[in-house]
C-alpha cells in the first residue's frame, strides 16, 4: 500500500502543498514526514518523478532567487507596460454629404508604460543586508550618558554632538 502512496503526491493540489512547505524553508526530512515517508524514500520519489524534484527545486532555490530580484528591481524603480481598455466612441460618416450616418460604442485595449518609483524601504532593507557595516541602525553610545544627571545634560550633549557632526 506504501508503493502507491506517491501517486497522491503528484496531484496538483499536493504538488502546490509540497512546493509551500519548501517555500516555507521546511527541509526534505521535515518534508518527508509531513507526507508520512521516511527521507530516503523522498529522494527515491526525487530521482523518480522530475515534477515532484522540480516542485522542491524550484521552490527552494528559484523563488528565493526571484524575491531578491524583484527586491532589486523595486529598490531602483522600473517601467512598467499595463493593460487599460478604453471606451470608444465610433462615428460613421456620408463620403457624399459628410452627415453623420451612425454612431456607436467599442471597447479597445491598449498598453501604457507607467514609471514605478524606487521604494526606499526596499533600498535601506537592501543596504542594511548587503552593506550592514555602513547601513546598520546606529543608537546614542551607551557610554556617552554615564555623567549625565539631568535632561539638560543629556540635551547639551545631544546638541554638542551634532554640532560636531557626529552620528547619533
Not at 506504501?2 to 499536493?14: E, H, M, V
Not at 478604453?86 to 501604457?112: C, M, N, Q
Request: glycine share 4%; proline share 3%.
Amino acid at each position: 500500500m506504501a508503493k502507491s502512496k506517491f501517486k497522491k503526491w503528484l496531484d496538483p493540489d499536493n504538488m502546490m502543498l509540497l512546493s509551500a512547505w519548501a517555500r516555507n524553508g521546511l527541509i526534505d526530512e521535515q518534508i518527508a514526514h509531513n507526507i508520512g515517508i521516511s527521507r530516503s524514500t523522498l529522494s527515491e520519489w526525487k530521482n523518480k518523478y522530475p515534477s515532484i524534484a522540480d516542485a522542491l527545486k524550484k521552490s527552494k532555490e528559484i523563488v528565493d532567487v526571484e524575491v531578491e530580484n524583484s527586491l532589486f528591481k523595486k529598490a531602483l524603480g522600473y517601467n512598467a507596460k499595463i493593460k487599460k481598455t478604453f471606451k470608444l466612441r465610433r462615428v460613421v460618416y456620408s463620403k457624399k454629404t459628410g452627415k453623420r450616418i451612425s454612431e456607436y460604442e467599442e471597447l479597445a485595449e491598449a498598453y501604457d508604460e507607467v514609471h514605478v518609483p524606487a521604494d526606499t524601504t526596499a533600498q535601506i532593507f537592501w543596504l542594511k543586508n548587503r552593506k550592514p557595516g555602513e547601513w546598520r541602525d546606529r543608537g546614542i553610545d551607551p557610554d556617552a550618558g554615564k555623567d549625565l544627571n539631568t535632561l539638560d545634560d543629556l540635551l547639551n550633549t545631544v546638541k554638542k554632538a551634532i554640532d560636531n557632526g557626529k552620528d547619533i
